[in-house]
């Protein structure tokens, strides 16, 4: 009898630890205080971004069902761009990149909280990712060439973010 409630409470508080830690990991990300983001701020760096690049279409909402790609997410909408990008060749991503990434610098300074995260988040974190596969059409180094100071400033920092996530 002894051993069963023993065992029943010892299966209680693992149930509490595990409810505990779902619920920590469904909230890490909201700060009580923090302000809601400014949805069409956001919309609007994206659609900066996007009318920066002279050969880039977002795929229409039939096409993305077909291929399986989710258009009307403004960071996925950013993700479409990159993917673009780093598929041009590298003359026409040379012309490309330069202008989005000029427009993204203008955004980091002059466009807000949401604008900055749209590029960081959006554009930064995007080629970093894409880049990182041995299979990108584009390295690493064909969009560094492009960063200006605030972008530079930003991409290091991802960069400190994720290898400190990794280690």
């Known amino acids: 009898m002894k051993i069963n409630l023993w065992a029943g409470f010892l299966i209680a508080v693992f149930v509490a630890v595990l409810?505990?830690?779902?619920?920590?990991?469904?909230?890490?990300?909201?700060?009580p205080n923090a302000?809601?983001?400014d949805k069409k701020?956001?919309?609007?760096?994206?659609?900066s971004l996007l009318r920066a690049s002279k050969t880039f279409s977002p795929?229409?909402?039939?096409?993305?069902?077909?291929?399986?790609?989710?258009?009307?997410?403004?960071y996925q909408q950013v993700n479409n761009l990159v993917h673009h990008l780093a598929a041009l060749?590298?003359?026409?991503?040379?012309?490309?990149?330069?202008?989005?990434?000029?427009?993204?610098?203008?955004?980091?300074?002059?466009?807000?909280?949401?604008?900055?995260?749209?590029?960081?988040?959006?554009?930064?974190e995007s080629v970093q990712n894409i880049t990182s596969h041995a299979d990108a059409g584009a390295k690493r180094v064909d969009?560094?060439?492009?960063?200006?100071?605030?972008?530079?400033?930003?991409?290091?920092?991802?960069d400190e973010l994720w290898n400190q996530a990794l280690s």
């Open 89 to 124: 060749p590298s003359k026409k991503r040379a012309a490309e990149c330069l202008v989005v990434f000029r427009e993204a610098e203008r955004l980091l300074e002059d466009g807000g909280r949401e604008a900055g995260e749209v590029v960081a988040h959006g554009l930064l």
């Open 35 to 37: 302000p809601e983001p």
């Open 59 to 74: 795929p229409s909402e039939s096409a993305a069902a077909m291929t399986g790609e989710f258009p009307s997410g403004p």
């Open 19 to 31: 409810f505990g830690a779902w619920y920590l990991l469904q909230t890490r990300h909201t700060k």
């Open 143 to 158: 969009f560094e060439r492009f960063l200006g100071v605030k972008s530079r400033g930003e991409w290091d920092r991802l």
């Open 41 to 47: 701020a956001i919309e609007a760096a994206v659609q």
